[in-house]
């Protein structure tokens, strides 16, 4: 099967994908999904390690490598590497997650293969880094959570650190990269020339720490954990009804007095603990047990009516189930199907930016283990002979 484009708005780049794990592998989804020729380089079957999320067949895994092809070369033969190497000629794009110096000592670093091939955008993910202290540390999402500051400012304060509960590292840092890869490609439009591009766990979240960083840098302040309240605005957080708990955001001084208004405490407004942020700020605690105490006369619904017709921010707290039952998202049509002719068909989330011209769909389920080695070669120019003793001798 040749490429299949999920959408016509990358269609005519090629991707070598040669990621692992997650945060390469959701670099490589990205562009996937926008229509990219996405061909991801794993090891053959008698040589790999635990490189799969959950198994070829988990939902991880089916998810992380849609709309890809997947050849199988050994990277430990010099025909590998040269199998490699004539594959990375027809492409514009790789992404790599290799230790740092691994790509080095394979000899497809940016350095050596731009040599023949300038206009090559090369991009790679790491823990923490391509050079410094920590550069060949192994990287895992949940020790860059700890490193950026994350986890200091998640959870409740007398609980200590919290992780947040996704890979949000690996997601960010996979995220940035495809957002990396776009730049240069739409810079090599007018220079003509490729470029290294690499980022890491580590810069992502430190990045996605967004107004904490700026607090510190700016203002000196280090932040501590506000649990389901909103460090600064305030009252922002989980506020319980009668019938459970559900989400509020009041920002701004007209939002506050509708708010008052709404829960029955116009009072709030003047008074002298409540008036304007800072005070709401210092009595915070009194403040949110008033405001549970009128929300328990009433259920969610009740309240989430009568705040969202005042402009006051609010919603339910859903867990996963209803997240997918919830009017709005069936709206969204976020939900996108896939056949897979091994395990039938399959639901799962498709891109959440919607263009109305070259829309992304799922096109393709994940490949099994070097599925389209042989299709693959054969484009390249090989033969059956060569195919054959290839195989033989553990090249793929």
């Known amino acids: 099967m040749v490429h299949l484009a999920a959408s016509e708005a990358l269609k005519r780049f090629r991707v070598i994908d040669l990621t692992q794990v997650r945060a390469g592998p959701t670099a490589c989804r990205q562009l996937a999904d926008w229509g990219a020729d996405v061909i991801q380089v794993q090891m053959p079957e008698h040589m790999r390690g635990d490189d799969t999320l959950g198994g070829q067949d988990g939902s991880d895994y089916q998810y992380t490598h849609r709309n890809k092809r997947s050849i199988t070369l050994n990277l430990k033969e010099p025909e590998g590497i040269a199998t490699l190497k004539r594959l ?18 394979l000899g497809i670093d940016y350095e050596t293969l731009s040599v023949d091939h300038p206009k090559l955008v090369y991009a790679s993910i790491s823990g923490f880094g391509q050079t410094g202290p920590y550069a060949n540390r192994p990287g895992f999402d949940q020790i860059a959570q700890g490193t950026s500051g994350l986890m200091s400012v998640t959870g409740l304060p007398e ?60 203002d000196g302040e280090v932040a501590t954990p506000a649990g389901n309240y909103h460090p600064t605005s305030i009252p922002t957080g989980v506020y319980k009804a009668r019938d459970g708990y559900m989400n509020i955001a009041v920002f701004g001084s007209k939002i ?16 002298e603990r409540y008036r304007d942020k800072p005070s709401r700020s ?18 969610r619904s009740y309240w989430i009516a009568k705040l969202n017709e005042g402009g006051v921010a609010c919603g339910l707290i859903n867990d996963l189930r209803e997240v997918f039952e919830d009017p709005q ?5 976020i939900v996108k ?24 769909t799922i096109v393709r389920s994940a490949p099994r283990r070097g599925e389209h080695t042989e299709e693959i070669l054969k484009n390249l120019g090989y033969g059956d002979e060569d195919l054959a003793r290839m195989k033989s001798h553990g090249v793929y």
């Not at 056949?339 to 992304?360: A, D, I, N």
């Open 88 to 105: 990375i000629a027809t492409a514009d794009v790789v992404v790599e997650n290799f230790r740092p110096d691994v790509k080095y000592r």
């Open 282 to 299: 210092v009595n915070r605690d009194s403040l949110n047990a008033e405001i549970n105490r009128r929300l328990a006369a009433q259920d």
């Open 329 to 333: 998202v069936h709206h969204l049509n």
């Open 256 to 271: 506050w007095e509708r708010f008052c208004d709404i829960l029955g405490a116009p009072e709030w407004v003047t008074d």
């Open 337 to 360: 199907e896939v056949v897979s002719e091994r395990l039938g068909k399959q639901r799962m989330v498709g891109q959440p930016v919607q263009l109305t011209r070259t829309p992304s």
């Open 159 to 218: 609980q200590g650190p919290l992780r947040v509960g996704i890979p949000i590292a690996d997601l960010c840092a996979g995220i940035f990269a495809a957002q990396g890869i776009l730049v240069a490609l739409l810079e090599r439009e007018a220079s003509g020339k490729g470029q290294w591009l690499h980022t890491s766990l580590l810069e992502s979240l430190v990045y996605m720490m967004d107004f904490q960083t700026s607090r510190y840098l700016i």
